[in-house]
């Protein structure tokens, strides 16, 4: 046999062992994977979409949450649900005015609060909104410690239960909400996920997210403070009392919202405005402390809004630096990273999938 035709059958038992062995290891396949091409899932990669456009910026999807994060929706909501339906129970058993009126008042309104710390803080990955979440839970657990430990009839069994449920779920909700907020703080997946890898970035986003949450909480000190005015009732407040409640809730209310947007949509004008009425926002809490120190007051009431201004003052003066921080970063491309329009994000998910 010559050199040429031997080299022919070389190759052809050659080939015949290659494909041999093609088959043979297709047949040690499963079937699932010799009827489709392999996908990003059975390489371990998973496609579970977990985040997604709203008008509050990039959010994080229900399939994305972890058992803790789960828990901490759950059962704080659960918690804030029974402390707001004690409230009204309270309320409806209650004649206006009083010590015992404006404290269901005051766990009603920070209920409401924990709601939108609890949501945003998780869906949005907010460390400082879950720290406010927390904070909400230490004041909570305060007022009806107070409220409990002044004029409480032994026999007045409604205000131990309110005390026991309060720092049950108070203390588990904040112990669950520190945790988190610590690994939301050291992780920043969000922010990641939103702005990428570029730290400076990450450090404009971290002020900008700070500063939102810092207009809320700041919002919620300062409402307090208004509802401590209604220690006498609704029908016995004095004329001072009344433009408190009637034009300086409405007033710090606005303020909040225009604080908001000069951060939102960058906006130059609003950002003046807000500052330019910040001092308003500061006489008015400087007013409720006179107030309270012309009547001599000495109740618990007086108490809690003497500590509600002093913390106003700290947060508001606060909010103020870090709204200026914001400031110097308006036209850097942070607004078209963190509030994307929903249809473009949706556009830009969609091509790489593709």
Request: hydrophobic share 50%; aromatic share 10%.
């Amino acid at each position: 046999m010559t050199a040429g035709c031997r080299r022919f059958v070389m190759d052809g038992l050659r080939g015949s062992q290659i494909r041999f062995s093609e088959a043979q290891q297709q047949q040690q396949q499963p079937e699932w994977v010799r009827e489709r091409p392999i996908t990003f899932e059975d390489l371990g990669i998973p496609r579970t979409q977990t985040i997604r456009p709203s008008m509050f910026g990039n959010i994080r999807t229900c399939q994305s949450l972890r058992f803790l994060e789960w828990v901490l929706v759950i059962g704080g909501l659960l918690s804030v649900f029974i402390t707001i339906g004690l409230g009204v129970y309270r309320l409806s058993t209650l004649t206006e005015g009083g010590t015992e009126y404006v404290f269901a008042l005051l766990l009603i309104f920070h209920s409401g609060f924990c709601i939108i710390y609890i949501l945003d803080g998780v869906f949005r990955e907010q460390a400082f909104e879950i720290l406010a979440l927390v904070a909400s839970c230490v004041i909570l657990i305060i007022y009806v410690v107070i409220n409990f430990t002044t004029n409480t009839p032994p026999t007045n069994i409604f205000k131990l239960v309110r005390l026991i449920v309060t720092l049950v779920l108070g203390v588990g909700v904040g112990v669950v909400g520190s945790v988190l907020s610590y690994e939301y703080w050291r992780s920043k997946n969000l922010i990641f996920r939103t702005v990428g890898a570029d730290a400076a970035i990450q450090a404009l986003c971290s002020t900008l997210f700070t500063t939102t949450t810092l207009i809320l909480f700041d919002a919620q000190i300062v409402g307090s403070v208004v509802i401590l005015a209604l220690h006498h009732g609704i029908k016995q407040l004095i004329m001072e009392e009344i433009l408190t409640i009637t034009i300086g809730g409405p007033f710090l209310l606005a303020w909040a919202v225009i604080a908001y947007l000069a951060v939102r949509v960058e906006s130059k004008y609003f950002f003046s405005v807000a500052l330019l009425l910040s001092p308003c926002h500061i006489a008015f809490v400087l007013l409720a402390i006179i107030q309270t120190a012309l009547h001599h007051e000495t109740s618990p009431i007086a108490d809690c809004r003497y500590a509600a201004s002093v913390g106003s003052l700290v947060v508001h003066t606060l909010l103020i630096v870090y709204m200026v921080r914001c400031r110097k970063n308006f036209g850097l491309g942070l607004k078209e990273k963190v509030y994307p329009r929903q249809s473009s994000a949706s556009e830009g998910t969609s091509n790489l999938v593709q």
